[in-house]
C-alpha cells in the first residue's frame, strides 16, 4: 500500500498524474468543488483514465479524505489557468477537491466536518512545503470566468481564523462611483494593474471588457462573498487595496 503523505488520509491511486515539470516544486494549494451529483460519482471520474483529470486530494462531506496523486507528482487539476505570470499551475500547486454539486446542479453550504478536515489537510501542506497565506487560492481565481469553484459559498474566513490563507474583512457594500464593462481610461487601468500585482491573469489596456468582469467576479467570488456581480464598486475596490497592503505586510 502506497504511504499517504497527509496522515489523515487513506489512498486510492489515480493514473491521471505525471512529473512536474521544469524540476518545479509545490508552493501553492489550489482548491476545487467537485461539481458532480456524489463523492462516489466524483472520485470515478477522477481516477478514470480516459477522463484526463486528477488532484492530489478528494475531500468528502464526512470529512473523509481520500488521496489520489503523490504529492511529489504532477495532478491534473487546473487547466488552463494562470497566477503572477506563471501558467502551469498544475507544476506549482497541490489540488483539492471538495465534495459538493457545485453551481450548475445546485450549490450548497460545505458541512462543518468537511470544511474542518480541508483546515487540518491545508495546514499539514502548508508546514511541509512552507506555502505562502496568499498562495492558497480558489480555482477560481486562476481561471476566472471560466471556473466558479469553491464559489461564494466556500467559508474563506473561517480557513483564515485557523491558520490558513489570505483574507481580510471586506468593505462594506454602499453608494458610490463604480465602474462595469465598456468603461475605460486611467481608473480602469489603475485597478487591472492592482489585480495583476495581486496575482490575476488580466490584460492592463485601459479597458473594462467581458474578460476583466469574470476576473472581478472571481475576485469577489473569493474576498466579497455578498455579491458577486462583476461590478468594481467601492467595497470590491477597497477591499482589494486592503489585501494587497495586508499582502505586502506579510
Keep these: 500500500m502506497t504511504a499517504c503523505d497527509h496522515a489523515g488520509a487513506t489512498y486510492r491511486a489515480s493514473p491521471n498524474f505525471g ?4 524540476s518545479k516544486t509545490p508552493d501553492m494549494i489550489l482548491l ?3 461539481g458532480m451529483s456524489s463523492g462516489d460519482a466524483a472520485l470515478g471520474r477522477l481516477c478514470d483514465l480516459s477522463a484526463e483529470v486528477s488532484s492530489h486530494y478528494l475531500v468528502f462531506e464526512d470529512g473523509r479524505i481520500m488521496q489520489l496523486v503523490a504529492e511529489q507528482q504532477r495532478a491534473w487539476h487546473a487547466g488552463a489557468s494562470s ?3 506563471e501558467s502551469d499551475i498544475n507544476s506549482l500547486s497541490i489540488g483539492i477537491e471538495i465534495v459538493n454539486p457545485g453551481h ?3 450549490i450548497v453550504d460545505y458541512p462543518a466536518e468537511q470544511i474542518a478536515a480541508v ?14 497565506a496568499e498562495r492558497i487560492l480558489a480555482h477560481s481565481d486562476v481561471a476566472p470566468g471560466r471556473k466558479l469553484d469553491p464559489g461564494e459559498h466556500f467559508p474563506w474566513d473561517e480557513l483564515h481564523r485557523n491558520g490558513v490563507g489570505h483574507w481580510i474583512e471586506p468593505s ?3 453608494g458610490g462611483r463604480f465602474f462595469s464593462v465598456g468603461d475605460c481610461g486611467e481608473p480602469i487601468e489603475a485597478l487591472q ?3 495583476a500585482l495581486y496575482g490575476y491573469g488580466i490584460e492592463i489596456d485601459g479597458v473594462f471588457d467581458e474578460k476583466m468582469r469574470a476576473v472581478i467576479e472571481a475576485f469577489q467570488r473569493h474576498f466579497r462573498q455578498e455579491r458577486v456581480d462583476g461590478v468594481a464598486d467601492q467595497s470590491t475596490i477597497e477591499t482589494l487595496h486592503r489585501l494587497l497592503s495586508a499582502q505586502s505586510s506579510l
Excluded: F, N
Excluded at 487540518?120 to 511541509?128: E, F, S, T
Design 119 to 132: 483546515i487540518a489537510l491545508c495546514g499539514d501542506i502548508v508546514q511541509r512545503h512552507c506555502v505562502p
Design 83 to 85: 497566477w503572477k505570470g
Design 19 to 22: 512529473p512536474r515539470r521544469d
Design 193 to 195: 494593474s492592482m489585480l
Design 104 to 106: 450548475e446542479i445546485g
Design 32 to 34: 476545487h468543488y467537485t
Design 172 to 174: 462594506s457594500i454602499r
